[in-house]
């Protein structure tokens, strides 16, 4: 791991550093970066048979890199490809702020956070760089903070240990947790139940209060509100934004974007594995002041603004 | 066209009743939203006009018939968890399968990329699951759609194009769509009948 310590605190909003700009009303405290994540690319190894002209998946980001396998499957015509999904991504997170991911459903936003939190397949190929507070990190050593400095919600409900109580996987200090279990309405018994005995929307509050358990400075939230209702899901987006408050960070990836825009600080625009747009989240106010046809055409999209799309998706 | 209707249905959890002797139709022509405030009971009601919860007290009808016991119910409730709903053992075409015959067109309309039929949930992302849910229901044929949140799972872009594409699919082969949603602007987009249940 490299201990060198990052250079990273100073430089003026609009300037290009670390492969990435941000919008000139971005929060910016000091210009610390608590996460910067430089020309990520992830890719997964595919075997696709022969004969049939293979063509790369439409849609996906596709530098392929192919190899012939011989030996023991030289008779068979399976050949072996890369599949990148995410191609050259850069965003940060500053002290102070939460920054809002949304864009196209399968556009490698599970994968950026996965990659994060030091989570990959066996057949997963991961390139980039990642710093977190200014230090660079690696598998290992993105591993050792997971849980304690950088908290995950996790998309799939299923992520919970199913062999484990509730109160038991949550851990921490009960009089916490008593606290977060009243805030997210869930009753006390929730902490002898087993997985398989909550429904979609205890077990993304149980994920949500796991998350806000321990004292990270850090939170990766994988589309934390689907299940709560909407009073919950304000409450979550306010709890997300007194943690930035408090000097720390959020990555928000939701496809919630009127509830984001309450909250977040900037907004990165996510398509086919890319950032194409990173813009202040006063600029989702009309779609002129967004630059990239893809923000533009999510804009009008929102059933809020005119529920349409045109063109191929 | 059919009905779907609750008769003097009662449920309740342990001592919390959510429905006393409460009565409700919905027929096939109509995109009905339900709405109430948060904990009222919308997942509990999709539950039981699914045929998943059963009422304490009072039934639910299909045409006048309580739902079939055996094989796919023509109720079918899609809801904002896909990763719970698909069996992770399974690829995806063998779930489909088990719903029915594939039909390229329903793929196509819902944005399935072929290639997804020989995955594992797991090799998916949560709207790419969500669209195997929506097509696994339409695979059933059935008499009624209950759209449980759906969306949640889906960006901006693909939430239209696959509420377009559900709106007529339903019309067409009339299908009655029951749905949930937090957002008003989708809820008024969408349903031509809001029921309150706080009005019950
Ligand atoms: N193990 C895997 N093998 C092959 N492809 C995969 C694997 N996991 C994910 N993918 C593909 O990578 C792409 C990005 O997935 P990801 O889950 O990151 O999307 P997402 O942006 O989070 O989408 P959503 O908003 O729907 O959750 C998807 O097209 C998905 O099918
Ligand atoms: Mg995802």
Not at chain 1, 11 to 24: K, L, R
Not at chain 2, 178 to 183: A, G, K, P
Request: charged content about 20%; glycine content about 8%; aromatic content about 8%.
């Amino acid at each position: 791991m490299d201990t060198q310590q990052h250079l990273s605190s100073v430089h003026t909003h609009e300037e290009a550093h670390h492969g990435h700009t941000h919008a000139s009303v971005s929060h910016h405290a000091g210009g610390h970066h608590l996460l910067q994540v430089e020309n990520l690319c992830v890719g997964f190894q595919m075997y696709e048979t022969l004969p049939q002209q293979s063509s790369p998946a439409k849609g996906i980001a596709c530098k392929e890199k192919q190899t012939k396998r011989f030996g023991f499957f030289s008779r068979t015509t399976t050949r072996q490809t890369m599949q990148w999904v995410i191609d050259h991504l850069s965003l940060s997170v500053h002290t102070g702020e939460i920054l809002a991911v949304v864009g196209a459903s399968g556009s490698g936003k599970t994968l950026l956070a996965d990659a994060i939190m030091g989570l990959y397949d066996t057949n997963t190929c991961v390139e980039g760089v990642i710093y977190y507070d200014g230090v660079k990190q690696d598998a290992s050593s993105l591993t050792a903070l997971r849980g304690s400095e950088i908290a995950f919600v996790p998309q799939s409900v299923k992520s919970l240990d199913p062999l484990m109580k509730i109160g038991k996987q949550i851990g921490g200090d009960p009089a916490r947790r008593a606290e977060l279990f009243e805030r997210y309405s869930l009753s006390t018994d929730v902490e002898g139940l087993y997985p398989f005995e909550l429904s979609g929307g205890m077990a993304r509050r149980v994920l949500l209060c796991t998350a806000l358990m321990g004292n990270p400075r850090l939170i990766i939230a994988d589309e934390p509100t689907p299940g709560l209702d909407l009073e919950l899901a304000v409450q979550a987006m306010k709890d997300f934004r007194t943690f930035a408050d408090e000097g720390k960070g959020v990555l928000l990836i939701t496809h919630d974007i009127e509830l984001a825009l309450r909250v977040a600080d900037r907004v990165a625009v996510f398509k086919d594995g890319t950032v194409v747009e990173e813009t202040a989240v006063a600029n989702f106010a009309a779609p002129h002041l967004l630059n990239h046809p893809f923000s533009r055409a999510l804009w009008h999209a929102l059933p809020e603004h005119d529920f349409s799309f045109e063109g191929e998706l | 066209m059919s009905v779907l209707e609750l008769q003097q249905v009662s449920f309740s959890y342990g001592a919390k009743t959510v429905f006393a002797n409460c009565s409700l139709s919905f027929d096939s022509h109509e995109r009905v939203a339900l709405y109430a405030p948060s904990g009222r009971g919308k997942t509990t009601l999709c539950r039981l006009l699914a045929g998943y919860s059963k009422p304490q007290a009072g039934q639910v009808l299909l045409d006048g018939q309580p739902l079939p016991q055996m094989g796919p119910c023509p109720v079918q409730l899609i809801w904002q968890h896909p990763e719970q709903a698909l069996d992770p053992l399974l690829r995806m075409q063998t779930s489909l399968q088990e719903a029915g015959p594939l039909e390229e067109d329903v793929l196509h309309r819902l944005g399935i990329k072929p290639e997804w039929l020989t995955r594992y949930p797991r090799e998916l992302s949560g709207g790419e699951m969500q669209r195997f849910c929506i097509a696994r229901a339409l695979a059933v044929h059935p008499q009624f759609l209950i759209a449980d949140e759906i969306s949640t799972m889906l960006d901006a872009l693909t939430q239209v194009q696959i509420w377009d594409f559900l709106c007529s699919y339903c019309d067409e082969h009339e299908v009655g769509l029951i749905l949930v949603t937090h957002s008003q602007a989708l809820q008024d987009r969408l349903a031509t009948r809001v029921v309150n249940l706080d009005s019950l």
